[in-house]
């Protein structure tokens, strides 16, 4: 069996209390991790803080660089990994990893870009003749907290851009999937990581996640995750920077005038990847009345395709859910909504954590499933009436992550990108589309409009030193 240990600065801890990581698809063990203390978390702290030879920018790319390379001779083991773990389907880990891959190349060339900006002091009446300069310095320490659904990339969506800011982090990462996150943080040390500038603590609560939280020497608590935990985060974090990823809600606009091939898959592709389970999965379809009948007829015969089954099948395009407890929830939020008038014209019939790419039809618009974010392979089909009635259902919800709307009509897509009240618009694209360096992040309860992804994650994780000379 593997046994991996949390490490702080850059040496694992020896303890007694281990965390066993099981399958979700057969619940076999997977490995233990020997977990940390309230005591571990201090001393991470303080290593952090007592870091001062921060590399010099060639070097944290040279790191970077490093890293990507050896991810790359190990794709396939790390995706095995995040399999094990998490049971989601090696079609999904694999590209997991090349994400990763793709996270970790912009962070190296990004370490290497110049970010100060100069300003001429001689513009006003009140200006004199000197010159204002900023130049990027590191934080003093950073917390970075990663939920389970993407057990890799999420972890290196914090790190990567930490390292190229120069700033030692400590991570958090999921318990259900902590094994990929230990992996990753080892092949960062092979890499050159000098110790001090990671440690990775796993552990109850109120000795991790808590401490580092409530630390006033930690500077930034960056979190992703759902939105309980960020609120509670953000009541209890005092005075330092905090980054918030939360939940979406996210809706899939289907205009009648739209490519209803395109928009048949990227109703799929957005619901049932990754087993439903990203933030910017889509949650709710919103397709208007003339075509609702031959879209839905459509993206029934689609569902098919999306074999759901043991995720370590090549075959297979649908995992697992994150545990059985997760599918349960699934399972209670379609009754529900079936008990209030709705019809499942596919899937629904649950099988431990297997819960299988389901399409619901006259979904009720105050039923949890679409009210709640719902976190896995469900496409709810609600009707609307033009793109006014679309727009005001999808704001109607307290999250604010991200859209799609399929549209042939600039004008439609145009007002969608103006009215939409959330993080990203994508024109005949799922919400989810991204690349890693691109702003990426929501509002309302689905975050506080911080972005990140790779350069804006660098901002978050420096702050701007600004210096004039005479000139
Ligand atoms: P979660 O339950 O909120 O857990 C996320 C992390 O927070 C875990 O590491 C968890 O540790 C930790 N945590 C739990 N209680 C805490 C506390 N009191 N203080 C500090 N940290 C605490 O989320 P999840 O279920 O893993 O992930 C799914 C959620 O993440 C969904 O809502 C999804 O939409 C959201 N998400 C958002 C984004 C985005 O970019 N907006 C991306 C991906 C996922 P334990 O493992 O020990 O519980």
Redesign the pocket.
């Known amino acids: 069996m593997l046994t991996l240990a949390c490490y702080v600065a850059g040496k694992p801890v020896t303890s007694s209390q281990t965390l066993a990581v099981k399958n979700p698809y057969d619940g076999s063990t997977v490995g233990e991790v020997l977990v940390a203390s309230r005591g571990d978390t201090e001393l991470a702290i303080n290593a952090a803080r007592g870091f001062h030879a921060t590399p010099t920018r060639y070097q944290r790319s040279a790191i970077l660089d490093a890293a990507r390379q050896k991810l790359e001779t190990r794709r396939e083991e790390f995706a095995r990994l995040i399999t094990s773990e998490s049971g989601l389907c090696l079609r999904e880990t694999r590209y997991e990893v090349g994400r990763a891959l793709d996270v970790l190349r912009f962070a190296s060339i990004e370490s290497l870009r110049d970010d100060g900006q100069s300003f001429a002091c001689d513009v006003s009446p009140q200006g004199k003749a000197r010159r204002i300069f900023t130049t990027r310095e590191p934080l003093g320490c950073a917390a970075c ?6 057990p890799l990339n ?1 972890v290196a969506h914090k790190i990567a851009p930490a390292i190229a800011a120069g700033t030692p982090v400590i991570l ?5 999937t902590p094994l990929t996150a230990i992996r990753f943080a080892e092949l960062l040390y092979e890499a050159g990581l000098p110790g001090p500038m990671l440690s990775l603590l796993l552990g109850p ?1 109120k000795d991790i ?2 401490p580092l ?1 409530e630390d006033p020497h930690v500077e930034l608590i960056s ?8 609120k ?2 953000a009541s209890h974090a005092g005075y330092k920077k905090v980054v918030l ?4 809600n996210d809706p899939l606009i289907v205009l009648e005038d739209a490519d209803l091939d395109l928009a048949v898959t990227l109703a799929a592709e957005g619901s049932y990847r990754n087993s439903g389970q ?2 910017t999965a889509v949650k709710r379809i919103l397709v208007h009345e003339k075509i609702e009948v031959e879209f839905t007829r459509r993206l029934v015969e689609k569902t098919r395709e999306y074999v759901c089954g043991n995720p370590a099948d090549e075959a297979t395009r649908v995992g697992t859910v994150i545990d059985e407890q997760a599918a349960i929830y699934l399972d209670t939020v379609v009754k529900e909504a079936v008990a209030a008038g709705a019809r499942v014209l596919a899937g629904g019939d649950r099988r431990g954590a297997l819960f299988p790419p389901t399409v619901i039809t006259n979904v009720p618009r105050d039923c949890r499933m679409v009210d709640c ?1 719902s ?1 896995g392979p469900l496409a709810p089909i609600l009707t609307i009436r033009d793109l006014g009635d679309a727009i005001e259902t999808a704001n109607g919800t307290a999250f604010g ?1 991200s859209s799609g709307i399929v549209t042939r009509s600039l004008e439609s897509a145009l007002r969608a990108v103006r009215e939409l009240k959330c993080g990203t618009v994508n024109v005949n694209e799922v919400p989810g589309f991204r690349v890693e360096n691109s702003p ?3 509002i309302k309860d ?2 506080l409009g911080i972005k ?1 992804g790779v350069i804006e994650a660098m901002k978050c994780f420096s702050y701007v030193k600004t210096f004039s000379l005479p000139w």
Do not use: D, M
Not at 172 to 176: G, L
Not at 223 to 230: D, K, L
Not at 245 to 248: A, D, I, S, V, Y
């Open positions: 907290i990663t939920p389970f659904n993407h999420q958090k990462p999921s318990e259900k609560v996640a808590e939280v979190f992703t995750g759902s939105v309980n935990v960020g509670r985060i990823e939360l939940g979406g990203r933030c974010e976190f992550l990426f992040g929501g689905s975050g990140e």
